[in-house]
């Protein structure tokens, strides 16, 4: 991997591609969650949190991007490629970043509850698996985990005034 993917300045600027992502599944009602998918320092694919608008729970931000990347490209091997997503990866979409063969995943915060890049588990560095993916955590992390803890006191506010 060329060392301008290891520039901060470079990582923030997807990173901010990727909240724009977020911001897009939150006006839409979704759990804010965005990200983009680089190759050659260009951004190939962008996908956001779309569980509650498709009624489907692989409507990740990793699987749409994931998807769309693959079909850009017109390749399923994501060789060479990053993945810059708000909130580290679950389970699925960590196993999903793994099949794809990602080089590299750039996250905004941990995720305590699911996260599986490791938090929980870390799935994408596991040895005894194939392939491992390169990890840069807590880009823009102030900005990324703000915008989840803002969506969920809102959810949290309008339950209760139901």
């Known amino acids: 991997m060329q060392d301008f993917f290891n520039t901060t300045d470079t990582d923030q600027r997807f990173m901010q591609a990727a909240l724009i992502q977020a ?18 320092n260009k951004i190939i694919a962008k996908g956001y949190n779309q569980r509650q608008q498709l009624n489907d729970p692989t409507a990740h931000a990793e699987i749409i991007a994931l998807t ?13 490629c990053s993945i810059y997503v708000t909130l580290e990866p679950c389970c699925m979409c960590a196993g999903a970043l793994l099949l794809g063969r990602v080089e590299r995943l750039i996250y905004g915060c941990d995720d305590p509850k699911a ?6 588990y870390n799935i994408v560095q596991d040895e005894r698996l194939n392939h491992r993916i390169e990890i840069t955590k ?3 992390e102030t ?7 803002d ?12």
């Not at 900005?143 to 803890?149: K, M, P």
Request: proline fraction near 2%; charged fraction near 25%; include cysteine.
């Open 115 to 120: 996260g599986a890049c490791g938090s929980l």
């Open 143 to 149: 900005e990324c985990s703000g915008l989840l803890t």
């Open 68 to 80: 769309a990347a693959a079909e850009s490209i017109g390749n399923w091997r994501l060789e060479g």
């Open 151 to 162: 969506f969920f006191a809102r959810r949290r506010r309008e339950n209760d005034n139901q």
């Open 138 to 140: 807590g880009i823009l």
């Open 23 to 40: 911001q897009i599944a939150e006006e839409n009602g979704d759990v804010p969650v965005g990200a983009v998918i680089v190759c050659e």
